[in-house]
Each structure stands twice: as structure tokens, then as C-alpha cells.
């Protein structure tokens, strides 16, 4: 069974640093890797997602996030945060093969950014 | 393209009322899923379905049935609401092998 766990529940960092959200998944297959962003009182949006090709995956409004199999985790960066960044951030994974009907979600971060 | 649609926004029932929340796509997505968000619990898979005619259950499908007559509409049906089932619902759609569009979502109130 898959399984996602997402390091802290809330990061707040200030504008212009770098952001560091973490997610550790577990597996038993090769997975897909996904990173969605949920702006207040709207749906999830996919910022970038893994599905076995390069590790390291660009997503937009400058995120990425890199595969690292050895340490079973897909952390989510940006070298400078910016105001508009500021939203809950969700981790999910879905088994290689499965596409990405399954999806397993980690719990969310939220996401502030201090001026 | 509308992308993936929801109706309501916002409902309130009373235990033991139903109701059902509608679903739409107009991307001709083969896959769809309903999933609920809770606090702290990120979503979690209630059904989904991989193509018309086909479902199946998610890791929280009690309370819950679903049906696919047509590749556009997925709707999902609460019997007999209990105040459990207060959350929030998103529906998504995806192409096989592909990352899920999500609705806006619908905040359902159980009291």
C-alpha cells in the first residue's frame, strides 16, 4: 500500500528565501509523484509531477521538486518565495502503472509567506 | 473547455436527508474521482471510475454510490446523510496515464 507523509503542517518562511516543502512516500512499486496547490476556497492545481523520467522536475511558478529513491522522497523548492505563493501544498502518490486514478495524498502543508 | 464543473458550491442537510453532487467534464477524460478533504487529512478516494459503465471503490466509499451512464457526468449520491460526511467534495477527471483536474468543490454541511 502506498502512503505519503508530508513534514510539517505549517512552514512559514519570509519573502525572497527559500521554500523546502517535504514529502516522504512509501511505495512497493515505482510511483508517480505529484504536487498540487490549493489557493483558498478553490480546487487543487498540479504544480509538477514524476512519472520516471528525469528526477529532477520543473513545475510552474518556478517550483520543482526532486525524485530521490534512495531517501524515498520528493521534496518541493523555490529559490525565492514570493507573496502570491501563499496557499496549502499537497504531496500525492499513485502506483507506476495506475496512471493517477489512485491517488494517495499526504496530509498538506500551508504555506506563509511573511513581507 | 469548462474543465471539471461541481454542483453546489454550498449545501446543508439535515441527517438522514439525501442528496446527490454532480460532476461534469468536458475533456472526454476516461477516469474519474470523487474524493472528500477534511482537516488534516489531506483528500482521500471515496470512488472511481475508468470509464462509463465502470466504478469502483476508494479507501472511504461508505455512505456513498456512485454510477457512470455517460463519459461526462459522475455524480455521487449521498442516501442518508450523517454528520460525518460533513466536508468538503472534489471531483477530478484525467486520461489514462495522466495527472488529475480537479472541480472547485462542494462544501457540505451534515447537522
Known amino acids: 500500500a502506498q502512503s505519503v507523509t508530508q513534514l510539517g503542517s505549517h512552514v512559514s518562511v519570509s519573502e525572497g528565501a527559500l521554500v523546502l516543502l517535504r514529502c516522504n512516500y512509501s511505495s512497493s512499486v515505482p510511483p508517480y509523484l505529484f504536487w498540487y496547490v490549493q489557493y483558498p476556497n478553490q480546487g487543487l492545481q498540479l504544480l509538477l509531477k514524476y512519472t520516471s523520467a528525469a528526477t529532477l522536475v520543473k513545475g510552474i511558478n518556478g517550483f520543482e521538486a526532486e525524485f530521490k529513491k534512495s531517501e524515498t522522497s520528493f521534496h518541493l523548492t523555490k529559490p525565492s518565495a514570493h507573496m502570491s505563493d501563499a496557499a496549502e501544498y499537497f504531496c500525492a502518490v499513485s502506483p507506476f502503472g495506475q496512471g493517477a486514478q489512485k491517488l494517495v495524498f499526504g496530509q498538506g502543508t500551508r504555506l506563509t509567506i511573511n513581507p | 473547455n469548462a474543465g471539471v464543473t461541481q454542483t453546489p458550491k454550498f449545501q446543508v442537510l439535515k441527517t438522514g436527508q439525501s442528496m446527490t453532487l454532480q460532476c461534469a467534464q468536458d475533456m472526454n477524460h476516461e477516469y474519474m474521482s470523487w474524493y472528500r478533504q477534511d482537516p488534516g487529512m489531506g483528500l482521500r478516494l471515496i470512488h472511481y471510475?475508468?470509464?462509463?459503465?465502470?466504478?469502483d471503490q476508494g479507501e472511504v466509499p461508505n455512505g456513498y454510490n456512485v454510477s457512470r451512464s455517460t463519459t461526462e457526468d459522475f455524480p455521487l449520491r449521498l442516501l442518508s446523510a450523517a454528520p460525518s460526511q460533513t466536508s468538503v467534495y472534489f471531483c477530478a477527471s484525467s486520461y489514462s496515464g495522466g495527472p488529475q483536474y480537479f472541480g472547485p468543490g462542494t462544501r457540505l454541511t451534515v447537522t
Open positions: 471510475s475508468v470509464g462509463a459503465g465502470i466504478t
